[in-house]
């Protein structure tokens, strides 16, 4: 069996339970205003988040940046290779 919670000496009566699901409302309620009233406290969390999204922000767009710029340099060894291509084509044509 279960210790009993309830202190029967100082009057207490054990509580039914609506008035179990009222007192876990109201310690809720008061856990998150006691966490709103330290918010300050907590403020510096909240610019190292800042200063992680801004570096996030600056990577991502570097990262486009490299994108676009290895789908050029792609593009343009491409083109070369079809150039050597067509010079070692044209050279053996041509015996060069």
């Given at each position: 069996?279960?210790?009993?919670?309830?202190?029967?000496?100082?009057?207490?009566?054990?509580?039914?339970?609506?008035?179990?699901?009222?007192?876990?409302?109201?310690?809720?309620?008061?856990?998150?205003?006691?966490?709103?009233?330290?918010?300050?406290?907590?403020?510096?969390?909240?610019?190292?988040?800042?200063?992680?999204?801004?570096?996030?922000?600056?990577?991502?767009?570097?990262?486009?940046?490299?994108?676009?710029?290895?789908?050029q340099?792609r593009?343009?060894n491409?083109?070369?290779?079809?150039q050597?291509?067509?010079?070692?084509?044209?050279?053996?044509?041509?015996?060069?």
């Amino acid at each position: 069996m279960a210790p009993d919670t309830v202190d029967y000496s100082k009057g207490e009566s054990p509580m039914t339970d609506e008035q179990f699901k009222a007192y876990v409302e109201l310690r809720d309620k008061y856990e998150a205003l006691l966490e709103l009233r330290l918010a300050p406290q907590n403020a510096g969390n909240e610019v190292v988040g800042d200063y992680q999204f801004r570096r996030y922000d600056q990577l991502r767009d570097e990262h486009e940046a490299l994108k676009i710029e290895s789908a050029q340099l792609r593009k343009e060894n491409a083109g070369l290779k079809m150039q050597l291509d067509m010079f070692k084509s044209s050279a053996r044509r041509y015996r060069l």
